[in-house]
C-alpha cells in the first residue's frame, strides 16, 4: 500500500482500534490525575533526610516512591498510546511532551532517594531490615545494596554525572556521522533503474534473486564505510574507552562485568555463549553450502547470505484468519492464555491498521494499571500474523506477570523480555508446519524463515558479541583501537565463523562500522541467549508434558521476583548447568537437514 493511499485515523472501522477508554474516559479524568501527581510527589519528597530514622519510616517511603511511578506510568502510557494513534495531532502531543516533561522533573527532584538509602550506615541498615515491617521490600532494597561497593563518594558521582554528557560524545558523533553526514551512491535495481542507497532500503538490495543488484549493494555499502573508517574507529575507541575507565573507577574487573552486574549475570554466561556458538559453526557451515548449492553459485559471498531460499507465500491473511490462526496455534498452552488473547481481541487492547500518521512497526505497551495495548500495522503477510504472534507474547507476559506479582516486583527484566514474544512464534512456526504438512513449498518457506532467524540472532549476534569483548579486552590492555586493528579483528573473525562455506569480499572487513549495536555497551548478546531460552520453552512447551508447561508460566508470572537466571531455571531452562545454547543449535542442525529434504 503506498503512503498516498493510506486511510485516515476516523475512517477506520472502531473494532480494529484500541480502546484507551479503558484507562481514562477522556483527557479531563487525565487531567485530574495529572494534578494528584504533584501531591504525590510532595508526599514522596517529605522524606528526604529520614530515611535512617526507622525501618517504618523506610517503608513508608518507598511504597510513596511506588505510588508516585505507578501513577506516572499510567498517565505516561496514555499519553504515548494517544500519541502514536496519529503523531501529528497536537492535542496527543501536548499531553505527550507534558507526561514525559513531567517524568524528566520527577527523576531529577526524587534523585536523592539513592544515594541517601546507601549512605545509611551498614549495621543500621542491617538491623532495619531484620524488621517484620520491611519483608516485602528487602529483597529489593538488598539488590540496591548491590551497587555499594561501586558507588563513590558523593562528590565524585556528582562530577561523573556531571560529565556523563560529554562522555555520550564518542557514540553522539558517531550518530550524526553515519545517520545524516554519510551518504550513499545510487544502486541499480532489477529494472535497471537506480536508487539511492540507504541504511534502511539496503536489505531490500541483498534480498534481491539478481545477483549483480546485491553485490552492487553491498560495494555501494561498504566502500562508503571505508570511506570514513578512521572517524569511525575513533568514536569506537572512545566509547569503549568510557566503558573500561568508568569500570575502573567503580571498582569492577572489568567492562563485561560492569555490564552484566545489574541483572547479576555471571560472567560465564557470555564466556559460554561464544563457546557453544563455536562447538556448533560446522553446522552454519553445512548450511551455508546447502545455500551456495541451491543458488547454483561457484562462490558464496557474504552478499549472498539474504536472498531467500524458497518462495514466499504470496496469501494475504485478513486480520481475522490472522486472529484465528494464533489462536489455534496458541490452544498447546491451554485454557487460560486462549482465553486472554480472546479477552484481548474483545476489548480491544489491539490497534489493527496502519492510517495516516499513525506510529510506524509494531510494539506491545502498557503499565501495572493499564492492560497491556499491542500496536500493530497490519497489511496481511505471513510477516504480519508473526508478528501478531510475536506481541501478543510480550502482551501476556506483562498481562501474567502483573496478575500475580504486586507492583514493585512486577516488570520482567530486560535479559528476559524478548523470551515470551519468540516463543509464541516458535508456537506459530509449529502449527503452520503441522498444517501445512503436505505442502512442500509453504514447508520450505517456513523453515527458511526459521533458519534465517536462528543464523542472524544467534550466530551473527554471538559473534558480534565476541567482538565486542575482544575489543573491550584490548583497550584493558591499553592498545589503542586504530581502525588497521578493528578491521583486522573483523575480518578474521568474519572468517572464523563463515570461513567454511564463505569466501567474503574483502570490504568485510568494514561492516562493524556499520553496526550501531557496539554503542550499546555488552547488549547484542541478549538476543542469542533470548532465542535460545524461547527454543527450549518452546520444546517443553510442545512435548505435551504438562509439567513442563506449568514450568513455563512460572516464567510467565515471575516478573523481577526474583534473579532473572533462577526465574528461567525455575522455569525450565538452566543457563548455567545446561547446555541451552548448545542444544539451539543442534536443533538448527536438525531444521537444515530437514530443509534439504523438502527442498
Ligand atoms: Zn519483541
Known amino acids: 500500500m503506498s503512503r498516498k493511499s493510506l486511510p485516515e485515523r476516523k475512517d477506520i472501522p472502531l473494532e480494529l482500534t484500541w480502546d484507551l477508554t479503558l484507562i481514562y474516559p477522556d483527557s479531563d479524568a487525565w487531567e485530574k490525575d ?90 543500621k541498615m542491617q538491623s532495619m531490615l531484620s524488621e517484620k515491617v520491611l519483608a516485602f521490600y528487602k529483597p529489593s532494597i538488598e539488590e540496591l545494596l548491590r551497587a555499594k561497593k561501586h558507588t563513590l563518594s558523593e562528590k565524585e558521582e556528582r562530577i561523573l554525572g556531571a560529565l556523563s554528557d560529554v562522555l555520550s560524545s564518542p557514540a553522539e558523533i558517531y550518530e550524526s556521522l553515519t545517520d545524516a553526514d554519510l551518504r550513499f551512491p545510487t544502486v541499480r535495481r532489477e529494472n535497471k533503474d537506480k536508487v539511492e542507497l540507504t541504511s534502511g532500503n539496503y536489505i531490500k538490495f541483498l534480498e534481491s534473486s539478481d545477483r549483480k543488484v546485491r553485490k552492487h549493494a553491498f560495494k555501494a555499502m561498504f566502500s562508503s564505510y571505508k570511506n570514513i573508517i578512521n572517524s569511525c574507529a575513533s568514536t569506537m575507541d572512545g566509547t569503549v574507552k568510557k566503558h573500561v575507565v568508568s569500570a575502573r573507577l567503580r571498582n569492577y574487573p572489568s567492562a563485561l562485568d560492569k555490564a552484566l552486574f545489574a541483572d547479576e549475570l555471571p560472567r560465564e554466561l557470555y564466556t559460554n555463549l561464544i563457546e557453544s556458538v563455536h562447538r556448533h559453526i560446522p553446522e552454519l557451515t553445512e548450511y551455508l553450502k546447502f545455500r551456495k548449492k541451491k543458488l547454483k553459485l561457484k562462490k558464496l559471498d557474504m552478499y549472498d547470505l539474504y536472498t531467500p531460499l524458497a518462495k514466499r507465500d504470496e496469501h494475504v491473511y485478513t486480520y481475522k484468519e490472522a486472529q484465528e490462526t494464533v489462536l489455534k496455534a496458541f490452544e498447546v498452552m491451554g485454557e487460560e492464555y486462549v482465553a486472554t488473547v480472546k479477552r484481548a481481541f474483545a476489548e480491544r487492547w489491539v490497534d489493527v491498521m496502519e492510517c495516516r500518521r499513525k506510529r510506524s512497526g509494531a510494539y506491545s505497551s502498557g503499565c501495572y494499571d493499564t492492560v497491556p495495548y499491542l500496536l500493530l500495522n497490519f497489511n496481511g503477510t505471513l510477516n504480519d500474523v508473526f508478528t501478531l504472534a510475536h506481541e501478543l507474547g510480550h502482551s501476556m507476559h506483562s498481562y501474567f506477570s502483573h496478575k500475580h506479582q504486586e507492583y514493585h516486583y512486577a516488570s520482567y527484566p530486560i535479559f528476559a523480555a524478548e523470551i515470551a514474544s519468540t516463543t509464541n512464534e516458535l508456537l506459530l512456526h509449529d502449527y503452520l508446519m503441522k498444517k501445512y504438512a503436505d505442502d512442500p513449498a509453504m514447508q520450505s518457506t517456513l523453515l527458511v524463515h526459521l533458519i534465517d532467524e536462528v543464523r542472524a540472532c544467534i550466530y551473527r549476534q554471538t559473534m558480534f558479541a565476541e567482538f565486542e569483548l575482544d575489543i573491550h579486552e584490548l583497550r584493558e590492555k591499553d592498545v589503542p583501537l586504530t581502525a588497521d586493528l578493528l578491521c583486522e579483528n573483523y575480518y578474521k573473525l568474519n572468517d572464523k565463523y563463515y570461513g567454511g562455506a564463505v569466501k567474503a569480499d574483502d570490504l568485510i572487513r568494514y561492516e562493524w562500522a556499520r553496526i550501531p549495536h557496539f554503542y550499546y555497551n555488552f547488549y547484542v548478546f541478549k538476543y542469542a541467549t533470548g532465542l535460545s531460552a524461547a527454543m527450549k520453552f518452546a520444546a517443553n512447551i510442545l512435548s505435551g508434558d504438562a509439567s513442563l508447561k506449568e514450568k513455563y508460566y512460572s516464567f510467565l508470572k515471575a516478573g523481577d521476583s526474583k534473579n532473572v537466571l533462577e526465574i528461567l531455571k525455575d522455569a525450565g531452562v538452566d543457563f548455567i548447568n545446561y547446555p541451552v545454547v548448545d542444544d539451539a543449535l543442534k536443533d538448527f542442525g536438525k531444521l537444515v537437514k530437514q530443509l534439504k529434504k523438502v527442498l
Open 34 to 123: 495529572f494534578i494528584c501527581l504533584d501531591e504525590l510527589v510532595k508526599g514522596f519528597n517529605a522524606y528526604r533526610g529520614k530515611l535512617s530514622e526507622s525501618a517504618v519510616i523506610l517503608n513508608d517511603a518507598i511504597a510513596a516512591l511506588d505510588n508516585m511511578e505507578r501513577l506516572l506510568e499510567k498517565l505516561y502510557t496514555y499519553a504515548h498510546l494517544k500519541h502514536d494513534e496519529d503523531t501529528a495531532e497536537p492535542a496527543a502531543k501536548s499531553l505527550e511532551n507534558r507526561a514525559s516533561g513531567k517524568a524528566a522533573a520527577i527523576s531529577a527532584e526524587c534523585a536523592w532517594f539513592e544515594p541517601e538509602l546507601l549512605a545509611i550506615d551498614d549495621k
